[in-house]
């Protein structure tokens, strides 16, 4: 678990010194236990999970959006993991992050073909739809948004969060 | 040459142990780099790769199987209920990007003459539009014909489904996006997939000009396709009602070339624009009554249900919700055999990944208790079933135990 931990904060601290534009090479495999060891490293923090896949249509609308929402909100805790459920090639799904502006995210890859478990390990009753979100808050309450996510409304939890900070 | 299914296993543990090593590895100590899990995966064509696996019964009692494993579609068979196997042919000798979607898998078909039939669909291009491809063997399953595109057409095609008539006629049934280039430059928007169809009258030289029975259509999900009679398919699938709402329906044809209207199985309201990716199943008993067990998260209701037509699909009993629903019931398959209705079903706990049977006698009106009949701990394909005259199979593609076929007729 240490050695896990060492990996996820070494991540953390290296994804905001990547410039936009640099090719991203960081893609970290998502596998069993990556869940939990995902939620230590961000315990007692707000944070966002964005679920994607590059086969899933309303997906590839939405990803650029969150890239500019990131853009608007530096600092933003922001991790998108690609779940879709038709396996994707590491190299498209870090095309696709770069060229909606996502490489400054902690980004991250299913990569185990027992899905049913690492969603399971997520939330017991997700049956795998894409896009979905999760707003994480301090106190490790989750609000889960099915389909494509109302900004407005990301936006709102994001400055409640940041408030309650002060 | 005969390879025994336990030699099989053998060479795929043998090629995989390695990895599997790495992998518990993996787990213990919860490291995620690329090395560590890209090697653990097996690597070559053979079943003991494979990722799905499908099952179906020639006429002359022989079984057949075709499976996907690393971007080849294999074919192989079995004399003695899948304890030996002839040697695996590859469909596409040259892997291809596979529509490796959870609901997409090859379709295979057998006919009186051991012609054997085979459909599977590929990955076109980097927009992920599909292709369906056919392939036949004139020679028992020794060789394929190089695999051909099932239309001319070269919109997206995906979720094909096969189906022999009576007289040897062979049905395709598949989602079919054409229709969207035409309402593009009217400047509409076009939701979903068409269902495209087609037959071969010629045992599968050739099929007849691909059309669209119905357009708008749920663009990810797999189609339930039986015969209410000679000439007459129908297909289950999840359409779009009103371009928002995925709930399930049924489409009879009249004859060969004509699909009759299509009737709606139940409002589940399930309001959504993602990919459910689970689509129906359909099985119709020897009196004609349809059969389907459908997933929804609909605002009426959540989970696995069940339900019945005996006037051809016009109208549908109340559904009736299969399964735990604490443990995610999903990837149900229904086999009308032997004056019975089977139905299996997936369940996962966290942990396990169980496959449940339940079973009924008098068309579905009542049902056996579930009862396990089999489970994995690692991932696995969908549960299927397969009938041969006189006995009923689970047939079960797992990757910690490979490829099962297990009798079931004695458990309900």
């Not at chain 2, 179906?56 to 494993?69: N, S």
């Not at chain 2, 491809?133 to 399953?141: K, Q, T, W």
């Amino acid at each position: 678990m240490k050695r896990w931990l060492a990996l996820a904060l070494f991540s953390l601290v290296l994804a905001p010194t990547i410039s936009s534009s640099a090719p991203m090479d960081d893609l970290h495999d998502f596998v069993r236990g990556s869940w939990q060891g995902l939620r230590q490293a961000h315990a007692g923090a707000p944070l966002i999970v964005h679920f994607w896949g590059v086969t899933c249509g309303p997906c590839r609308a939405e990803m650029p959006q969150w890239g500019q929402f990131l853009k608007q909100h530096p600092g933003l805790p922001l991790v998108t993991i690609d779940a879709d459920l038709v396996p994707n090639n590491a190299d498209t799904v870090k095309s696709m992050l770069q060229q909606s502006g996502l490489t400054k995210a902690e980004n991250w890859m299913f990569d185990d073909d027992f899905v049913e478990r690492l969603r399971y390990e997520i939330d017991p009753h997700w049956q795998g739809d894409i896009p979905r979100t999760l707003l994480i808050a301090r106190d490790g309450s989750m609000t889960t948004i099915d389909g494509v996510a109302d900004f407005a409304r990301v936006a709102l939890w994001w400055r409640n969060q940041s408030a309650a900070a002060k | 040459m005969k390879l025994d299914v336990l030699t099989a296993a053998a060479i795929g543990l043998a090629l995989c142990a390695g990895t599997a090593l790495a992998q518990m590895e993996h787990h213990h100590d919860g490291m995620h780099h690329h090395e560590a899990a890209g090697t653990a995966k097996c690597a070559n064509a053979s079943l003991a790769c494979a990722t799905q696996a499908i099952p179906t019964f020639a006429p002359d009692g022989t079984l057949w199987l075709a499976w996907t494993a690393n971007g080849t579609v294999s074919v192989a068979h079995s004399r003695d209920l899948g304890r030996t196997w002839s040697p695996p042919v590859a469909v596409n000798p040259k892997p291809l990007d596979l529509d490796l979607g959870p609901d997409s898998r090859p379709s295979i078909a057998v006919d009186r003459d051991n012609r054997v039939f085979v459909a599977f669909a590929r990955f076109r291009n980097s927009k992920f539009d599909g292709e369906v491809l056919f392939s036949r063997s004139l020679d028992g399953g020794n060789s394929f014909a190089a695999a051909i595109p099932i239309t001319d057409d070269t919109e997206s095609q995906r979720f094909q489904a096969l189906a022999l008539d009576a007289d040897g006629s062979l049905f395709a049934a598949w989602l079919d996006k054409r229709d969207r280039v035409p309402a593009m430059a009217r400047g509409e928007k076009y939701v979903g997939a068409g269902l495209g169809f087609a037959w071969s009258n010629d045992h599968g030289a050739t099929f007849s000009a691909a059309k669209i029975a119905e357009d708008n259509t749920c663009e990810c999900c797999r189609l339930g396709v039986g015969l209410a009679g000679p000439g007459r398919p129908v297909v289950a699938f999840r359409n779009v009602f009103g371009g928002t709402v995925r709930d399930h329906a049924v489409v009879t044809f009249l004859n060969p070339h004509t699909p009759g209207p299509i009737h709606r199985v139940s409002v589940d309201d399930w309001q959504t624009d993602v990919c459910p990716h689970q689509g129906p199943t359909l099985a119709v008993s020897p009196d004609g009554t349809y059969h389907i067990v459908w997933f929804t998260e609909g605002r009426v209701r959540q989970g696995l249900f069940y339900a019945s037509s005996a006037d051809g699909g016009r109208t549908f009993t109340q559904p009736m919700q299969i399964g735990d629903p604490e443990r995610n019931p999903a990837r149900p398959y229904l086999l009308s055999a032997n004056r019975r209705l089977w139905l299996v079903w997936k369940e996962f706990d966290g942990k396990s990944t169980t496959v449940s049977l339940m079973t009924s006698g008098d068309d579905g009106r009542t049902w056996s208790a579930p009862r396990v009949v089999a489970h994995t701990d690692d991932a696995s394909d969908h549960p299927l079933l397969v009938g041969n005259g006189g006995r009923v199979f689970l047939s079960w593609q797992t990757r910690a135990e490979g490829y099962r076929l297990i009798a079931v007729e004695n458990t309900q």
